[in-house]
């Protein structure tokens, strides 16, 4: 079974600088999906980036990237210049391609930026 | 304005006493699932439902129940909800589920069970 794992509880950023949310995943399978989701205090969930396991090419969106290595199975997220705006929950998640296409959450980072 | 609706946003209820967490989308999307997030252990699946008259059951099932009579309604229902059914529930939706798998969130129901 595939699982995810987000190994940083916490994180602090000072505002205007970059911080890296690292995720990594096990699976066996070859074509899947990855995402990174927000969750800030209103509690609604936000896609922030998806990337696609066939996909060599790092997704960005904005001030939001991803580093993608399908070897290690990692997935990490790069948030540069901070805003207050980005202090969130942020949870890693795969999708398998299998029947039900399920989708698989890390238990999420906390970021926290300082002003 | 496309959106997830669930209600009520939040419940205190006792143990034993049926209840019912609404969700609604207005985007004609295919794809509808129930997530309990709780801390330390992310997002769970419940439940989810492919189609309409279509559901099947995710990581944790057990104490709840869905129907999917419309497209757009998803109901979840806890028959006799314990304190261990404490949690904050998210409905999600997706047009492109198969494809993309992005899903639309509710704003969540915080459910409490004395």
């Known amino acids: 079974a595939q699982t995810v794992t987000q190994s940083q509880p916490e994180m602090s950023v000072q505002e205007a600088e970059t911080v890296t949310l690292s995720c990594t995943y096990d699976?066996?399978?070859?074509?899947?999906?990855l995402f990174w989701y927000k969750q800030p205090p209103s509690r609604q969930m936000i896609l922030v980036i998806r990337q696609e396991a066939y996909k060599q090419q790092n997704a960005t969106e904005n001030r939001f990237s991803v580093n993608f290595q399908k070897a290690a199975k990692s997935f990490s997220l790069k948030i540069s210049d901070s805003q207050l705006g980005d202090a969130a929950m942020y949870f890693c998640a795969y999708r398998s391609m299998d029947s039900n296409y399920q989708l698989i959450w890390g238990a999420g980072t906390k970021l926290i930026i300082k002003p | 304005e496309a959106q997830v609706t669930q209600n009520p946003r939040y419940l205190i209820t006792v143990t034993g006493k049926k209840l019912t967490v609404t969700c609604s989308q207005n985007?004609?999307?295919?794809?509808m699932s129930w997530y309990r997030q709780d801390p330390g252990l992310g997002l769970r699946q419940i439940y989810y439902s492919m189609n309409v008259e279509v559901t099947d059951k995710g990581d944790v099932p057990e104490g709840y129940k869905v129907s999917r009579k419309e497209k757009r309604n998803f109901p979840l229902i806890l028959e006799s909800p314990s304190p261990n059914q404490t949690s904050l529930y998210f409905c999600a939706s997706s047009w492109s589920w198969q494809v993309t798998g992005e899903l639309f969130f509710g704003e969540g129901s915080r459910l409490t069970v004395l």
């Open positions: 985007m004609n999307h295919e794809y």
């Open positions: 699976t066996s399978e070859s074509d899947y999906y």
